[in-house]
């Protein structure tokens, strides 16, 4: 983050600098390896080669497997997961519609969906990485969203809610089953933007 | 299915019986192979050492690997799948709560979980397995209940409402997210069969 170092930085490499490049650098290409071949088929070892360094480096920076995989998502995920669409910041009665659009929008773009995709799979397969998931989607965002219902089985709610979301992912991105996979999303959101909004704040 | 042969059918191995036996243990030995490892992993190679057979004899009755593990699902599944619960028989009315409770019965059953873990898996991870699933699932169940409803979109409808299904099996049983993972299965059934009744069925 500093800039001490200026016009010298890429070739004196001072020592911060650098460290801090390697260690995005190896995050970087963990976030490809990982979303490329999924957590199982995805080795620490890999990871190193296709960086540059040395495994012991990566452990060093982030410890096991898991924790590169779960620094790998954070960073790529982090700043779409706090957004105020997200955690259905605004009206609470909006709030349906725009947790939808959050999450056809993270579908709809080609950059996020390959990702997503990733994790997805990953979760499914894996049972150290659906533990990822989690600690980051479900402690991070749904907890979030839930903190924001008055209901007691707010938590239920909002697991409802994402069920609904998740599976229609699952059915349109990923299994493509048609009508779905072809459907209009905004023919998509107009359905399920009720449905979600009717397991948060429904009676 | 022909006794034919009787006592010495075990021993004395007459041509057409064994042919049977032989084709059904294979298939048994498929489902097997198919839930323990997935579909990538699974070769038709491993299914015959398993069997005891010759691959060629595998490829003799089946063809490639994707038609053995279509046969497996559905020498597995469809049972199941055509019984009248799972293509909502009955009074349209009530085809939310009896869908959502075929498919909560179907992933609380530990016999019936693993093979659809597996199949669920398989598809998530590869797109041969997903058009197994899409073929068999989609085709003959899901047509099955829209064939039931009037509406013009009855397929989108039918197939919003499985998202709700599927997303909900999915954090529950696959990704076990807490408080649903532990939830009791009624509570779920009372929120869920309204929604899916009115995907089906609403305005």
Redesign the interface.
């Known amino acids: 983050m500093s800039d001490a170092g200026g016009a010298t930085r890429r070739r004196g490499r001072p020592r911060r600098t650098e460290s801090g490049d390697t260690r995005d650098r190896i995050l970087v290409t963990a976030r490809e390896e990982f979303s490329e071949r ?1 957590y199982e088929k995805t080795s620490v070892r890999g990871i190193a080669k296709a960086a540059g360094v040395d495994p012991a480096l990566v452990h060093h920076y982030f410890g096991t497997k898991e924790q590169v995989f779960e620094a790998a998502i954070e960073v790529a995920f982090a700043p779409a997961l706090r957004a105020p669409e997200a955690i259905g910041e605004g009206p609470l009665d909006g709030i349906g519609e725009q947790l939808t659009r959050f999450i056809m929008g993270v579908w709809e773009n080609p950059t996020t969906r390959k990702p997503v995709l990733a994790i ?2 990953s ?3 894996n049972d150290t990485a ?1 533990a990822v ?2 600690r980051l989607i ?1 402690a991070q965002v ?1 907890r979030r969203v839930a903190a924001r219902l008055e209901s007691p089985d707010a ?2 709610r909002v ?2 809610a ?7 992912a ?3 991105y ?7 996979a072809s ?1 209009d999303p905004e ?2 959101v107009a ?2 933007a009720p ?1 979600v909004q ?2 948060l704040t429904g009676p």
């Open positions: 999924g997805v799979r979760a499914v397969n659906a998931f989690r479900a749904m938590e239920l697991e409802l994402a069920a609904q979301l998740v599976g229609c699952m059915l349109r990923v299994i493509k089953v048609e009508p779905l459907a023919q998509i359905r399920l449905v009717g397991h």
